[in-house]
């Protein structure tokens, strides 16, 4: 496997970061690409571009809170990653939807495309804010293979939460999914993923939900409680949330919770929206992080996936925007973090989402997080 960055901005061309004398663009099999939807609306002749470049290529991206490329990350023009595969490939699943309540079926339909055998981990592009990110993977593991990896992300909309964009080629839609499959078993995937932020505040039980909709906590409406602990940051919902996410304990405060983070509230039903499932009869508690922690979660997320030893051929990056928001001038901190633990020469592309999907180490469950660091790193071997 050989990779190769691209870089496009509003005053030049693509321009390519290194260099690729021996791999041309017309080699590529797979090119990634990320970007702000504001950007990616403007920037429609760029991507038809891209597509030009590179005839042969599936080519996917989406809308982003931020993209990552190399040990940088941007706010504007578009980043992708250009793959060229030795004796592995891909293939496109793709389907869209009107509303939340068709996650599940959307992730099994998703998963029946991409049958068939070699089939080594599947990279998910999702729309941001009209998927149940829980439901479309469980939707998924439904149907794929046992041990298979799902890794990737839920589109962004920086810290607007109108809209996001997933595209194919250079056509981009909104309540669209797409799913990569990588095939061969030349090839290795290997997946991390980790947070650093800590829990604080009493425990509180969901006493109604609907879904990936809080309605309750202890018997009161859940965006009045959750307004108490913001105190004045209340005014800044639903932004004010990506810091202060909940840590929801499916099996008991005993046992690790998942994080979960807003993606929208209503005023008029007192319910807050989230990114997965809010299960009734759960605990829950506010959580909170400095910089600190969460460079230190980003680390922690390489490690796990970098577990075993040699030279990474590419590596995807996929955060949260909450964290985006708390490192503020030290976000690269984060991607610098994780580039010294794989390699600092690794090619490496990403975004910052409204959801992560990975596994937390190799072997795994694939799941839905939030306001984590998930690391997927690809090796490709002889075949054989």
């Given at each position: 496997m050989r990779c190769w960055l691209q870089r496009w901005s509003s005053d030049a061309d693509w321009t390519t970061l290194d260099s690729v004398a021996d791999f041309p663009p017309e080699k590529s099999d797979l090119v990634l690409y990320f970007a702000d939807r504001e950007e990616l609306l403007r920037a429609g002749d760029a991507l038809k571009r891209l597509v030009e470049q590179h005839p042969d290529a599936l080519i996917v991206g989406c809308s982003a809170a931020g993209e990552i490329l190399g040990g940088s990350v941007?706010?504007?023009?578009?980043?992708?990653?250009?793959?060229?595969?030795?004796?592995?490939?891909?293939?496109?699943?793709?389907?869209?939807?009107?509303?939340?309540?068709?996650?599940?079926?959307?992730?099994?339909?998703?998963?029946?495309?991409?049958?068939?055998?070699?089939?080594?981990?599947?990279?998910?592009?999702?729309?941001?804010?009209?998927?149940?990110?829980?439901?479309?993977?469980?939707?998924?593991?439904?149907?794929?293979?046992?041990?298979?990896?799902?890794?990737?992300?839920?589109?962004?909309?920086?810290?607007?939460?109108?809209?996001?964009?997933?595209?194919?080629?250079?056509?981009?839609?909104?309540?669209?999914?797409?799913?990569?499959?990588?095939?061969?078993?030349?090839?290795?995937?290997?997946?991390?993923?980790?947070g650093g932020w800590e829990s604080f505040?009493?425990?509180?039980?969901?006493?109604?939900?609907?879904?990936?909709?809080?309605?309750?906590?202890?018997?009161?409406?859940?965006?009045?409680?959750?307004?108490?602990?913001?105190g004045e940051r209340a005014s800044e919902l639903p932004?004010?949330?990506?810091?202060?996410?909940?840590?929801?304990?499916?099996?008991?405060?005993?046992?690790?919770?998942?994080?979960?983070?807003?993606?929208?509230?209503?005023?008029?039903?007192?319910?807050?929206?989230?990114?997965?499932?809010?299960?009734?009869?759960?605990?829950?508690?506010?959580?909170?992080?400095?910089?600190d922690r969460l460079i230190q979660g980003a680390c922690l997320a390489a490690e796990r996936a970098h577990a075993a030893p040699g030279p990474v051929d590419a590596a995807i990056l996929v955060s949260c925007v909450g964290r985006r928001l708390v490192l503020r001038q030290r976000v690269e901190d984060e991607v610098e973090e994780v580039l010294s633990v794989v390699g600092a020469g690794t090619p490496a592309i990403g975004f910052y989402s409204y959801g992560e999907l990975s596994p937390s180490n190799p072997g795994a469950r694939s799941g839905l997080h939030n306001q984590t660091m998930t690391l997927t790193l690809f090796r490709e071997g002889a075949e054989g």
């Open positions: 941007h706010s504007n023009g578009i980043s992708a990653m250009c793959f060229s595969l030795e004796s592995s490939s891909v293939r496109l699943s793709s389907i869209g939807i009107d509303a939340n309540s068709e996650s599940l079926q959307a992730g099994e339909v998703l998963a029946a495309g991409l049958a068939g055998p070699d089939l080594q981990g599947v990279m998910i592009l999702s729309d941001g804010t009209m998927v149940n990110g829980t439901e479309l993977v469980e939707g998924l593991l439904n149907k794929l293979p046992d041990g298979v990896p799902l890794f990737g992300g839920l589109a962004g909309d920086g810290d607007r939460f109108a809209s996001t964009l997933v595209g194919i080629g250079a056509d981009l839609q909104a309540g669209r999914i797409v799913a990569v499959g990588f095939y061969g078993a030349s090839l290795e995937i290997s997946c991390g993923s980790a505040g009493p425990l509180r039980r969901i006493t109604s939900a609907r879904n990936n909709v809080l309605v309750e906590l202890d018997g009161e409406p859940a965006l009045a409680v959750y307004k108490r602990y913001l932004s004010a949330a990506l810091r202060f996410p909940l840590e929801v304990y499916v099996h008991g405060p005993d046992r690790e919770g998942v994080v979960r983070t807003i993606l929208t509230i209503d005023e008029k039903t007192q319910t807050m929206t989230f990114a997965g499932d809010m299960p009734e009869g759960a605990l829950a508690r506010l959580m909170t992080a400095g910089p």
